[in-house]
């Protein structure tokens, strides 16, 4: 009866939740997004469904040449899976900050909504999905079938994860055989150091990515950590990226788990560019 009674709690503060959201001014990201002419597109993924913001190079990209063409999937961090300590109602973060990261990224690109951000209307939405279960395979597998959308008119996938979407990106590498690069940003690389060092409760039914076998050796890897990241530690970082076959280990003295990632980024797309002038 008391786990009734609470799955019929959380469903009430849910729909009140979605209520006050629905009558509430426009979302933040979704000004961030009007000002970087960023088109909103709904997209159905399994069994999620996801909201992909598209940039303006990937919105009006028609050419018929499909030499070396590539689409950069910018995929966002935890965001607010819990509030005062109990589950939030909207996971979507306050300050998306892959979407000022895409705003300067002049490439075809999107950003790939996780299930449950951004506030789709999802009857399989559940705050497990974005607690325990955030990096489950389930999650992928959704994230993965939501990009489908879009990949097939690209040769390359240039997939860039923040915080817990490096994770999430790097599990979507193994399995997306269009990855030729991967960029992750103070990415959570090895869950079990992340959840033991804050005595969180241990992630049991998401997947570890430090548990992985290394990634396909064509796939170039950077990973960024900030020197003064608290949140997760750069040595987490290093460690995961010194296990794969081709990857790049890059600390950032002045960064912390937030900043200073946006200035950073112009650097970062040239790295990037450059990789891709090598690919055929």
């Not at 209520?19 to 933040?28: A, K, M, R, V």
């Not at 030729?180 to 990415?187: D, F, N, P, R, S």
């Not at 990241?229 to 750069?234: G, M, T």
């Not at 600390?251 to 990037?272: G, N, T």
Request: hydrophobic content about 35%.
């Amino acid at each position: 009866m008391k786990k009734r009674s609470t799955l019929i709690q959380y469903a009430l503060s849910f729909l009140f939740g979605a209520l006050t959201i629905g009558c509430s001014t426009q979302p933040y990201e979704q000004s961030v997004a009007k000002t970087s002419h960023t088109n909103l597109q709904t997209v159905t993924g399994s069994p999620f469904i996801h909201q992909v913001y598209v940039n303006q190079a990937a919105f009006t990209d028609q050419t018929d040449n499909r030499s070396k063409r590539f689409l950069h999937v910018y995929i966002g961090g935890d965001g607010r899976a819990y509030v005062n300590g109990k589950f939030s109602i909207n996971p979507t973060p306050l300050n998306p900050l892959l979407l000022k990261l895409m705003e300067q990224d002049i490439q075809p690109a999107i950003y790939l909504g996780r299930p449950c951000y951004f506030n789709p209307i999802d009857s399989n939405c559940h705050p497990t999905w974005w607690t325990d279960r955030r990096y489950n395979e389930q999650v992928v597998t959704s994230l993965l079938a939501a990009l489908s959308h879009f990949s097939s008119r690209y040769d390359h996938i240039v997939l860039i994860g923040y915080s817990g979407g490096g994770a999430l990106a790097m599990l979507m590498a193994e399995q997306l055989k269009q990855t030729q690069i991967l960029v992750t940003i103070a990415g959570n690389l090895d869950t079990f150091e992340w959840t033991t060092y804050h005595q969180y409760t241990p992630l049991m039914e998401s997947l570890n990515p430090a548990d992985r076998p290394p990634l396909r050796s064509n796939i170039i890897q950077l990973h960024y950590a900030g020197k003064k990241d608290d949140n997760i530690k750069a040595d987490w970082i290093k460690s995961v990226s010194e296990k794969q076959k081709q990857a790049e280990y890059h600390l950032i003295d002045q960064a912390d788990h937030a900043c200073c990632w946006v200035d950073l980024w112009p650097k970062v797309l040239k790295k990037i560019e450059s990789y891709q002038s090598f690919i055929d």
